[in-house]
């Protein structure tokens, strides 16, 4: 154990330093699961289950003229493994690999994601090809008027989400290892550089504004049919209107709170 943290933190002092590692004490029990009859079965994989929340506090801002919509976007792990991804350096690249662990907290099998890339605005690194926002029209089969570029995410605990989670393990997400541990919620709120739809010249309406998780399906699951989540809009851009009218699915009072509450940091 020693030594596996003396290895990574000199290969992250090489990019960032070895204050953004997790601390000791913040780190996760190297058993995973919430059944105990698991823990005896060395070669059982835990996989993450993530599960994509309604994107909130959906407002309208006008910025020179064009209206645009923002809000507040969120992934829980609801699942017995983390989703982690670590990077490694590949010629001018660094490559993102996700890390499949078993009972013991052993990786024992890995899939290549993409790439980390630097973000400009947010001035961090980030896994690519996380998440995508659509606003659909009239229904969530109807035209999609306004998409995003596949959304790159820089992945860490950031609020708890349930009854049942683990130590916050990954505290800020460094240059070369990312995730969200069982029972954490990532949020990215709606101050955020990319949290944003332009909905110049669209007609007053119903819209779906959905947050899709994993678009391109490259990421180890234990379901993917709970990776879609969205929000009926009335809106309304020439008046400066938008309400919402339904979700796919309501959070517990608790939950909503702390994604409500939570601050975005100054680093991101």
Same mark, same amino acid.
């Given at each position: 154990?020693?030594?596996?943290?003396?290895?990574?933190? !000199?290969? $992250?002092?090489? /990019?960032?330093?070895?204050?953004?590692?997790?601390?000791?004490?913040?780190?996760?029990? =190297?058993?995973?699961?919430?059944?105990?009859?698991?823990? +005896?079965?060395?070669?059982?994989?835990?996989?993450?289950?993530?599960?994509?929340?309604?994107?909130?506090?959906?407002?309208?801002?006008?910025?020179? #003229?064009?209206?645009?919509?923002?809000? $507040?976007?969120?992934?829980?792990? /609801? #699942?017995? #493994?983390? !989703?982690?991804?670590?990077?490694? @350096?590949? %010629?001018?690249?660094?490559?993102?690999?996700? &890390?499949?662990?078993?009972?013991?907290?052993?990786?024992? &099998?890995?899939?290549? $994601?993409?790439?980390?890339?630097?973000?400009?605005?947010?001035?961090?690194?980030?896994?690519?090809? *996380?998440?995508?926002?659509? !606003?659909? +029209?009239?229904?969530?089969?109807? @035209?999609?008027?306004? !998409?995003?570029?596949? *959304?790159?995410?820089?992945?860490?605990?950031?609020?708890?989400?349930?009854?049942?989670?683990?130590?916050?393990?990954?505290?800020?997400?460094?240059?070369?290892?990312? #995730?969200?541990?069982?029972?954490?919620?990532?949020?990215?709120?709606?101050? *955020?550089?990319?949290?944003?739809?332009?909905?110049?010249?669209?007609? =007053? %309406?119903?819209?779906?504004?959905?947050?899709?998780?994993? @678009?391109?399906?490259?990421?180890?699951?234990?379901?993917?049919?709970?990776?879609?989540?969205?929000?009926?809009?009335?809106?309304?851009?020439?008046?400066?209107?938008?309400?919402?009218?339904?979700?796919?699915? +309501?959070?517990?009072?608790?939950?909503?709170?702390?994604?409500?509450?939570?601050?975005?940091?100054?680093?991101?």
């Amino acid at each position: 154990m020693k030594s596996r943290m003396l290895y990574a933190c !000199l290969g $992250t002092l090489l /990019i960032i330093g070895c204050s953004d590692l997790p601390n000791e004490a913040a780190r996760p029990p =190297r058993v995973f699961g919430t059944d105990r009859r698991l823990t +005896q079965q060395a070669n059982t994989n835990f996989y993450p289950d993530m599960l994509a929340l309604p994107p909130q506090s959906v407002y309208l801002q006008v910025q020179d #003229g064009r209206p645009t919509i923002r809000f $507040t976007t969120s992934m829980a792990n /609801i #699942g017995n #493994g983390p !989703l982690q991804v670590r990077a490694r @350096p590949e %010629g001018d690249r660094t490559i993102s690999t996700q &890390e499949i662990l078993d009972t013991r907290g052993n990786v024992v &099998e890995t899939a290549p $994601t993409g790439v980390f890339e630097r973000h400009p605005e947010h001035n961090h690194f980030h896994v690519d090809q *996380v998440s995508r926002y659509e !606003l659909r +029209q009239g229904s969530l089969t109807g @035209p999609i008027v306004a !998409l995003s570029a596949k *959304v790159s995410f820089c992945l860490e605990d950031t609020v708890t989400y349930g009854n049942r989670s683990y130590g916050r393990f990954y505290q800020q997400c460094t240059a070369t290892l990312q #995730g969200i541990s069982p029972g954490w919620c990532d949020v990215y709120k709606s101050d *955020v550089p990319g949290q944003e739809l332009s909905v110049a010249n669209l007609p =007053r %309406g119903e819209y779906y504004l959905v947050n899709l998780y994993d @678009p391109s399906n490259k990421f180890r699951d234990a379901d993917r049919s709970n990776h879609t989540a969205w929000v009926r809009l009335e809106l309304d851009p020439q008046q400066s209107f938008v309400r919402t009218v339904q979700e796919s699915m +309501q959070m517990a009072s608790e939950d909503a709170n702390r994604l409500r509450n939570h601050e975005t940091p100054s680093w991101r």
